[in-house]
């Protein structure tokens, strides 16, 4: 079994900054893209960045500049680095991965659990 799990959200003042970080597990043959969603009360998931295996890196306009995607694969792990945040940036924020499982030739699209992130004004 593959499992996502975040970690690093709380609740944190306007200005300040928050790294999130996301661990893939189980029997993996390889991890292709990773990326990072949220999804705020009242309306759809929206796709905060994402980041290949080859470390190119793609930002929603209303992060460039202020968050910062990176990726270990020898610890199947993805970071979110949130600097300046905003109280608009208030939301759950879910780690996404393509992932081919072990004995498969397809890859697979799998979602964490979600991790609450809150900014105060």
């Known amino acids: 079994q593959v499992q996502l799990v975040e970690s690093g959200g709380g609740l944190v003042q306007a200005g300040g900054s928050l790294r999130l970080s996301c661990v893939a597990s189980?029997?993996?043959?390889?991890?292709?893209?990773m990326g990072w969603y949220r999804q705020a009360p009242g309306k759809q998931r929206e796709l905060v960045a994402t980041?290949?295996?080859?470390?190119?890196?793609n930002y929603a306009d209303f992060v460039k500049g202020r968050f910062t995607i990176s990726r270990d694969n020898a610890k199947r792990t993805v970071y979110l680095q949130m600097n300046s945040l905003k109280p608009e940036d208030t939301a759950v924020y879910y780690c996404?991965?393509?992932?081919?499982?072990?004995?498969?030739?397809?890859?697979?699209?799998?979602w964490g659990q979600g991790t609450q992130v809150t900014v105060s004004s």
């Open positions: 996404n991965a393509r992932i081919v499982p072990s004995g498969s030739y397809f890859p697979r699209n799998y």
């Open positions: 189980g029997t993996i043959f390889t991890i292709n893209a």
């Open positions: 980041i290949t295996s080859g470390d190119s890196t």
